[in-house]
């Protein structure tokens, strides 16, 4: 059975947002839309959302949404200045972004992106793009599929597993996600196995990133989001790994301005900073993770515009 979709974290990022009654926001992670209708609850008559997400089964719900004050586009959220070109600079007050997968896209076996469901190894979020997980596994080189698995899912054994990918693939393809878990599991030796954790979990997850470019796509934004937002506008981020988590306190770091010796008398608002991140990571309560086990490794971090 398909799991309905929890929205993470979703009154802190609503609180986090400080939503004004006539402010302008974006969801860029529309998913099945639980943020963008908390975020609906709270503007006025004058108030806007735009909302982006590139799956299909997401669009569908946002049609539903009969709200004169939301739009939404189909596409990656890197280009949602394209599809709403009226967003130019300092236009929003607010940025949502839910990284990782939605519950509907693990559970829908068709889609490919869980290794305890038997479906086509697909995993593209947005199926009108070209490359799919099938095609990258049985066709990307011993030290391609050794980089991505060891990179982007920051796997020790990359090596065993490419090695194993490429001795599977040459005596048959590999199609579905069951395959390429079975094959991963064989790769890495048991006493590594972790209860309770798939040994494929990091394998399937940089597989994913790497197939829909997901830390790019987060970089895109974060480069537009300074010259979009509003001075006092909130970029809310909500991450599941530490690639996310890094590229974004990466970016924070490099909008911060240099820092001074406290002893050089001059003024904070004189150190040129662009984006400060505002407290701690936020992370879900022990009430919300019972009620949705997935949100476990969510981390919210808020960066407000200066």
């Given at each position: 059975?398909?799991?309905?979709?929890?929205?993470?974290?979703?009154?802190?990022?609503?609180?986090?947002?400080?939503?004004?009654?006539?402010?302008?926001?974006?969801?860029?992670?529309?998913?099945?839309?639980?943020?963008?209708?908390?975020?609906?609850?709270?503007?006025?008559p004058t108030g806007r959302l735009y909302a982006t997400d590139r799956d299909p089964r997401a669009a569908e719900?946002?049609?539903?949404?009969?709200?004169?004050?939301?739009?939404?586009?189909?596409?990656?959220?890197?280009?949602?200045?394209?599809?709403?070109?009226e967003l130019g600079k300092e236009s929003l007050d607010g940025i949502l972004l839910d990284l990782g997968v939605s519950s509907p896209q693990l559970d829908e076996a068709e889609r490919g992106f869980s290794f305890s469901r038997e479906g086509e190894l697909d995993m593209r979020m947005n199926p009108d793009t070209k490359l799919t997980a099938k095609q990258f596994v049985n066709h990307a080189e011993y030290g391609e599929l050794v980089n991505?698995?060891?990179?982007?899912?920051?796997?020790?054994?990359?090596?065993?597993?490419?090695?194993?990918?490429?001795?599977?693939?040459s005596t048959e393809t590999i199609k579905t996600t069951t395959q390429l878990a079975d094959i991963v599991s064989s790769a890495v030796p048991a006493r590594f196995h972790v209860p309770g954790r798939h040994p494929a979990t990091r394998t399937f997850q940089a597989i994913r990133i790497h197939v829909n470019r997901e830390l790019d796509e987060l970089q895109d934004v974060?480069?537009?989001?300074?010259?979009?937002?509003?001075?006092?506008?909130?970029?809310?981020?909500?991450?599941?790994?530490?690639?996310?988590?890094?590229?974004?306190?990466?970016y924070v770091k490099s909008m911060a301005g240099d820092e001074l010796p406290p002893e050089i008398p001059v003024?904070?608002?004189?150190?040129?900073?662009?984006?400060?991140?505002?407290?701690?990571?936020?992370?879900?309560?022990?009430?919300?993770?019972?009620?949705?086990?997935?949100?476990?490794?969510?981390?919210?971090?808020?960066?407000?515009?200066q």
């Open positions: 059975m398909t799991q309905q979709h929890i929205p993470v974290l979703l009154q802190e990022a609503i609180t986090a947002l400080q939503i004004s009654p006539e402010g302008y926001y974006f969801d860029g992670t529309f998913g099945r839309g639980g943020h963008s209708r908390a975020i609906l609850e709270q503007l006025g719900v946002a049609a539903t949404i009969a709200d004169s004050r939301f739009a939404f586009a189909r596409g990656e959220f890197s280009h949602f200045m394209d599809y709403f070109p991505v698995i060891a990179c982007l899912g920051e796997e020790r054994f990359a090596k065993p597993i490419a090695k194993h990918i490429i001795r599977r693939r974060l480069d537009k989001a300074y010259s979009v937002l509003k001075k006092g506008g909130r970029l809310v981020i909500i991450s599941f790994h530490s690639l996310e988590d890094n590229r974004v306190k990466r003024a904070d608002n004189a150190m040129f900073k662009k984006m400060k991140l505002l407290g701690r990571p936020i992370r879900p309560s022990e009430t919300e993770i019972t009620h949705n086990p997935r949100a476990r490794s969510s981390l919210m971090r808020v960066i407000e515009k």
